[in-house]
């Protein structure tokens, strides 16, 4: 069975500043995918990005970021040039590679707050 | 397209009593799933399905009881509620193609049972 950690329940961050969610997991698959879901207020569960375990370049997507460190089972999520906006839970989630779709394990989360 | 919808938003049960929470996706999507989100442990797989007919125990599958007779339509029902069962729930489902098997949410139930 997989598990997934976020060890930061809450963190907070200015505004325009730079921040990086933590995230490990434990698996003994070799393929699979990992991605970071944002839940603002509204309940509403947004895909931020994904990554593939069997590609080496880190993903992103503007102003998100991803560290993937295979061999240490991290997936951390960095925030640039942070906005109100992105204020909201974070969960980072796991998929086996089974050739289909597959269920997600997710994380505890951790809850972001940006300040002015 | 409405993406994925379930009904209600909002729901209060007494102890005992049973309930359907509907979950709608007009994407053709074969992959669905039911989720239960609890302060502190985030989202927890109840059931899943792959296609119609087919459907499988996730998780945290007791007191919970699904069917997928068509490819929209992926009901959860709730056999006889418990406070237990106080949570959100969230709908999701997936193409079953190699994009990277995005999950696409509804926007969550939220049941209390008294």
């Known amino acids: 069975a997989q598990t997934v950690t976020q060890s930061q329940p809450e963190m907070s961050v200015q505004e325009a500043e730079t921040v990086t969610l933590s995230c490990t997991y434990d698996t003994s698959e070799n393929n699979y995918y990992l991605f970071w879901y944002k839940q603002p207020p509204s309940r509403q569960m947004i895909l931020v990005i994904r990554?593939?375990?069997?590609?080496?370049q880190n993903a992103t997507e503007n102003r998100f970021s991803v560290n993937f460190q295979k061999a240490a089972k991290s997936f951390s999520l960095k925030i640039s040039d942070s906005q109100l906006g992105d204020t909201a839970m974070y969960f980072c989630?796991?998929?086996?590679?089974?050739?289909?779709?597959?269920?997600?394990?997710f994380g505890t989360g951790t809850r972001l707050q940006v300040t002015l | 397209n409405a993406g994925v919808t379930q009904t209600p938003k909002f729901q209060v049960l007494k102890t005992g009593q049973s309930m359907t929470l509907q979950c709608a996706q007009d994407?053709?999507?074969?992959?669905m799933s039911w989720y239960r989100q609890d302060p502190g442990m985030g989202l927890r797989l109840i059931h899943y399905s792959v296609g119609a007919g087919i459907t499988d125990q996730g998780e945290v599958p007791n007191g919970y009881n699904v069917s997928r007779s068509t490819t929209e339509d992926f009901p959860l029902r709730l056999l006889s509620a418990a406070p237990s069962q106080t949570s959100v729930y969230f709908c999701a489902s997936s193409p079953t193609t190699p994009r990277g098997y995005e999950q696409y949410f509804g926007p969550g139930t939220r049941l209390t049972v008294t």
């Open positions: 990554q593939e375990a069997y590609k080496q």
């Open positions: 994407m053709n999507h074969e992959y």
């Open positions: 989630a796991f998929m086996k590679h089974t050739g289909t779709a597959s269920k997600l394990t």
